[in-house]
T-cell receptor, first 112, second 112 residues
Framework: NAGVTQTPKFQVLKTGQSMTLQCAQDMNHNSMYWYRQDPGMGLRLIYYSASEGTTDKGEVPNGYNVSRLNKREFSLRLESAAPSQTSVYFC???????????FGPGTRLTVL | QKEVEQNSGPLSVPEGAIASLNCTYSDRGSQSFFWYRQYSGKSPELIMSIYSNGDKEDGRFTAQLNKASQYVSLLIRDSQPSDSATYLCAALRPGATNKLIFGTGTLLAVQP
């Protein structure tokens, strides 16, 4: 997970609570991604950002918002958590020109 | 239907055999393709990328791409028990957004 950090590593929320998952990278990669991983579902794209200041919806954006305020950081916000959002969340970066891609260590979120 | 499809497996092969993992994609705008390995409880790690039709070899791994058939595969020669993991295929639509979509992954079990 060199160069990509995620906080927190674990979190338990109650239904309706809000929280922000943080992701930061120090590799100067332009593209950043948020995925969720559930058993048997692979990685599903929530939101992504091709560059600083731009964001796009992925496959499963409902219930989430993102913010890419600078090149290093890409945060994911759950405004009103639901049990269906219980999952492992991964942040990833990509520099296509040099085939570099890295994932963060993941955040394991449980919503009760 | 997911944009990237994989057989979930498990695919079981004996040690020393060739493991063949397959992936199809539906978006003809996808230009770049990636294979990842994910051990249980860990983050995915990039194994190989392929952009052009044909084969690309890296050590024991060979990626194959056929854009006309919208088909990508990964061959692992001389499979080892340490290769036992989930293998994820991903397709990238490059350009302004760099949207990167994953399949559900194939679980590979290499039997000693």
């Amino acid at each position: 997970n060199a160069g990509v950090t995620q906080t927190p590593k674990f979190q338990v929320l109650k239904t309706g609570q809000s929280m922000t998952l943080q992701c930061a990278q120090d590799m100067n990669h332009n593209s950043m991604y948020w995925y969720r991983q559930d058993p048997g579902m692979g990685l599903r794209l929530i939101y992504y950002s091709a560059s600083e200041g731009t964001t796009d919806k992925g496959e499963v954006p409902n219930g989430y918002n993102v913010s890419r305020l600078n090149k290093r950081e890409f945060s994911l916000r759950l405004e009103s958590a639901a049990p269906s959002q219980t999952s492992v969340y991964f942040c990833a970066t990509l520099l296509l020109s040099s085939d570099e891609q890295f994932f963060g260590p993941g955040t394991r979120l449980t919503v009760l | 239907q997911k944009e990237v499809e994989q057989n979930s497996g498990p695919l079981s092969v004996p040690e020393g055999a060739i493991a063949s993992l397959n992936c199809t994609y539906s978006d003809r705008g996808s230009q770049s393709f990636f294979w990842y390995r994910q051990y249980s409880g860990k983050s995915p790690e990039l194994i190989m990328s392929i952009y052009s039709n044909g084969d690309k070899e890296d050590g024991r791994f060979t990626a194959q791409l056929n854009k006309a058939s919208q088909y990508v595969s990964l061959l692992i020669r001389d499979s080892q028990p340490s290769d036992s993991a989930t293998y994820l295929c991903a397709a990238l639509r490059p350009g302004a957004t760099n949207k990167l979509i994953f399949g559900t992954g194939t679980l590979l079990a290499v039997q000693p």
